[in-house]
């Protein structure tokens, strides 16, 4: 991986240097020979009306609807490739998409950190990204914090979606690609007038199956690691009974059946790795060879269904818009557990009986892992017969896991808005938002035939042992402004200022009359305790967990300025306050955390000079306060375009997940980072070369710094998990007529992510839960101390590069192109997520090359 970093660096300086390279005099003269052909003006709704994108104060990627389709974009990460200074990791689970903005990013299990916004309506659920994106017009990616225009949930900016406006005329289109590993994409739509031209139509709908990149070796090679198939059906009405009044009614309905959890894990005990001879048992993260072996196969299910509404009403003095969207998406996966690894079934009979039988058949496991004759640790069995296990093994001693996320929510806006050609420009309205959602999460017991979904099971094959479940409760309300000004013909002022009102509740499902029979909280050998230990009688003697509420405000204002220094010069300056509401965790993490967690590792901290890790059950509202300069240029008679800018961001309570596992199950949580500041800059630049050739590029640098963490205070001093050091995009796109109607395209793009760090705990050490146990052989030393201590410093996933290509032929109303993803099939992680206190780490593996061919028609 480290030469793959270097080998990216170089295919991307050798990209971004074309940009360059090219002779400024050569395209005077091309200019003055020729039909002079500029790059596009693009008109933008950054800023929820239409306007220049030089005239936005801020950093704007607005991808066009040419660009859209000659890059073939399907998908939330096909359109992020193509961004400077935003990255996304979609792994775990459908719908759970984690997308960094210059440093700030989301958190499972909380929300997203960046307004989502289709065709002018707000989308709150995070699942509600994870869709197939058709019809496009154009996609805007705002940066920076816009929370006074879009509200509590854009702290890190915006990502505007604009889709086609169903045709005048009857259309029938349609587009369907072929690609390895059995990979199928079709889409089609009908589009036309219903009564004249003042009512109008599209119903369209797609289908996506692949068996994915990587099989189970336990399960025959079974193509069930990384399986996705999804399929979407949308309705639109548009109506415009008169030139002053449009209304908008859409409808969707989204089915995904995926795979889940498509993790490994790898080991960071160094101790244990030197006092054993095992290397594997202290493994960088980047130098993981992946296989897939649990014995239960999962099953990740997701429905979506969105109704919404709006309108926009012309009264020449003022527009009056309004809508109203209807949300209910339903996630649930099933899959293998963690739990070998803690012994928690060790004494019941398939998990003997597998253990054994797959032992006696010569069955191995990736190692460091031990495969015995019995699933008792290796360490407590004195001929050595016994186990040593991680987590997804092909044993039934994992138990089983399930998960639950449903959210339905209705939201309304309702907004009026002066006239876009006056001096003096100005904007308000109100917001309102309900949402009631629940999440939970179980551990089961392994009978070792398919799984039986239910979170709560008091008997069966796959009882239920150990959980955490709620049910949320959120109301918003907000109220909004922005003036803009121009001062004159060259400067704009503005100002925005909103204020958001967020009132939370959460009520525990967990019921209070199941026991767990694997669970011992109090050490005394009895296992007869709740199934969460926020309801034993050690935290908690009144054995109920009480509801609780809670609530969130804040004004987020904006201030900005433009500066037209030319007609081809633009500078910019804004600042700019981001929110995002505090929540509940799942009731009882605290006590989990502190019992099993602390409990286990408290004799080992001091000798690491290291505190508790501290985790409440609620988490405080995150703030940031972001100021952006920068600058917008053309040359060459617009044949050039340039942008730059540098910014500064500091952020209060940065919300941040942690996933716990232990001999409590699983536990996902979001916890504060009470001080971080994030810093950097980025520089792009799209030219026009020829008529036939267009090239572009943009790199952005962040650097980042945590200054405070009342969780984990050794990790101040660390930088921003989820955040790159840098992301550098470049590429081509060739253009030519060969024939009279048919054109030959090909386009590259090219993108390198830089190191990232995915957690606060980075190139330090931590005692885990199993340092008890391992004490009996300690190491001596620098770096001492017992077999269980980990050291995370190998946990960075390294920097990579992956190049995209599509070529092929393009008539006016068909296409029949040939296509590459990872054309060069770079090797890269996902996701890696450390679990200190487990010693080890989960990581998921990136895609691997997809080359296929599609076709495309309309009439």
């Known amino acids: 991986m480290a030469n793959q970093g270097l080998k990216s660096i170089f295919l991307t300086s050798a990209a971004c240097a074309a940009l360059t390279a090219f002779d400024a005099n050569a395209l005077q003269e091309q200019a003055s ?17 239409e306007e220049s994108l030089t005239d936005v104060p801020g950093t704007v990627t607005a991808i066009t609807s040419r660009v859209l389709e000659n890059a073939n974009v399907q998908r939330a990460e096909d359109f992020i490739g193509l961004t400077p200074g935003v990255t996304i990791v979609d792994a775990a689970e459908v719908g759970d998409s984690q997308v960094n903005i210059r440093g700030i990013n989301g958190a499972r299990d909380a929300e997203n950190s960046f307004a989502f916004i289709i065709d002018g309506i707000l989308h709150t659920n995070p699942a509600a990204f994870n869709r197939e994106f058709t019809n496009l017009q154009q996609i805007e990616v705002f940066k920076g914090p816009q929370g006074a225009i879009y509200g509590r949930n ?68 079974a193509p069930i690691v990384d399986a996705f198939e999804t399929y979407n059906i949308d309705g639109r009405l548009l109506w415009e009974p008169t030139d002053a009044l449009e209304v908008d009614v859409r409808a969707h309905y989204g089915d995904v059946n995926a795979s889940a959890i498509s993790f490994n894990a790898t080991f960071n005990l160094p101790n244990f790795a030197a006092a054993f001879g095992n290397p594997a048992a202290d493994e960088d993260v980047n130098d993981h060879e992946f296989i897939f072996n649990p014995n239960v196969v999962s099953d990740n299910d997701q429905e ?31 899959a293998d557990g963690t739990s070998a690894a803690f012994g928690f079934f060790n004494a019941d009979e398939t998990c003997r009986t597998s253990t054994a039988d797959l032992n006696a058949a010569g069955v191995t496991l990736p190692p460091p892992q031990i495969l015995g004759a019995v699933p008792d640790g290796i360490i407590f069995t004195p001929d050595f017969s016994g186990s040593f296990f991680g987590p997804y093994t092909p044993t039934t001693c994992d138990g089983v896991q399930e ?15 002066s006239p876009g050609d006056q001096a003096l420009r100005w904007m308000g309205g109100v917001y309102f938002l309900d949402i009631d959602r629940e999440v939970g999460v179980s551990l089961a017991r392994d009978s070792g035939e398919p799984p039986i979904r239910g979170l709560v099971q008091t008997s069966g ?58 669970i011992d909280l109090n050490g005394d050998g009895i296992f007869n305790d709740p199934l969460n230990p926020g309801l034993s009688d050690i935290v908690n003697p009144s054995g109920v967990i009480p509801d609780q509420k809670k609530t969130f405000e804040q004004v987020q204002p904006k201030i900005s300025a433009t500066w037209d220094v030319s007609d081809e010069f633009t500078l910019f300056a804004s600042w700019g306050v981001g929110f995002k509401a505090g929540g509940f965790n799942n009731q009882g993490s605290s006590a989990t955390i502190d019992i099993f967690i602390n409990g286990f590792t408290a004799p080992f901290l001091d000798s690491l000079d290291l505190p508790a890790v501290n985790i409440d059950d609620i988490y405080d509202k995150e703030t940031s306060s972001s100021f952006e300069a920068g600058f917008k240029g053309r040359l060459f008679d617009g044949r050039v375009q340039l942008e730059g800018a540098g910014f500064y961001t500091k952020v209060d309570d940065m919300q941040f997940f942690e996933f716990f596992v232990g001999p409590f199950g699983l536990l996902r949580v979001v916890s504060n980072l009470d001080d971080v500041t994030i810093y950097g800059f980025e520089l792009g630049a799209n030219a026009q070369v020829h008529e036939y050739l267009n090239i572009y590029g943009g790199v952005a640098v962040t650097d980042s710094e945590i200054k405070g963490n009342s969780s984990r205070p050794d990790t101040v001093g660390n930088k921003s998990p989820y955040t790159p050091d840098y992301t550098i995009n470049a590429g081509a796109e060739f253009n030519i007529p060969i024939f009279e109607g048919v054109n030959f395209l090909t386009r590259l793009d ?27 052989a300690p190491v001596t030393g620098p770096g001492s101390g017992p077999l269980g201590f980990t050291d995370f410093s190998n946990t960075r996933r390294s920097s990579y590069h992956t190049i995209d290509l599509r070529a092929g032929f393009q008539g006016e109303n068909w296409s029949l192109m040939g296509f590459a993803k990872n054309l060069t099939k770079s090797d890269y992680l996902e996701e890696v997520i450390p679990a200190p206190e487990f010693g080890g780490t989960f990581v998921h593996p990136g895609p691997q090359r997809t080359v296929g061919v599609e076709a495309s028609f309309k009439f």
Request: glycine share 4%; no cysteine; net charge negative.
């Open 154 to 221: 854009a702290a890190a900016g915006a990502i505007i979606v604009t889709t086609r406006k169903p045709s005048k005329e009857l259309q029938i289109s349609g587009e369907a690609s072929l690609a390895n590993n059995d990979s199928i994409y079709a889409s089609a739509a009908v589009e036309g007038p219903l009564a004249g031209e003042n009512l109008r139509f599209r119903l369209s709908g797609d289908y996506r199956d692949t068996d994915g990149f990587y099989r189970n070796s336990f399960q025959n090679n």
């Open 403 to 417: 998960q639950l996320r449903t959210q339905e929510d209705i939201s309304f806006e309702l907004r009026l808005a």
């Open 461 to 518: 094959p796959n009882r239920t042992e150990a959980l955490v479940y709620d049910a949320f409760e959120s109301q918003v309300f907000a109220v909004f402004g922005q003036l803009q000004y121009d001062l004159n013909d060259d400067i704009e002022l503005s100002a925005a200022l909103r204020y958001d009102r967020e009132e939370r509740k959460v009520s525990n499902l967990v019921p209070t009359d199941v026991l767990s029979t694997v």
């Open 33 to 49: 020979e020729q039909e002079a052909v500029s790059i596009e003006e693009i008109v933008v709704t950054a800023r929820r009306r």
């Open 304 to 334: 979506t269904f969105e109704l919404s509404a709006k309108f926009d009403y012309d009264m020449d003095w003022a527009s009056l818009t309004g809508w109203v969207l209807y949300s209910d998406i339903d996630s649930n996966f099933i």
């Open 750 to 776: 090219a993108q390198v992510i830089g190191p990232t760090w995915f957690h606060t705990v980075q190139d330090q050490q931590r005692p885990t839960i199993f340092s008890a146990f391992f004490e009996i």
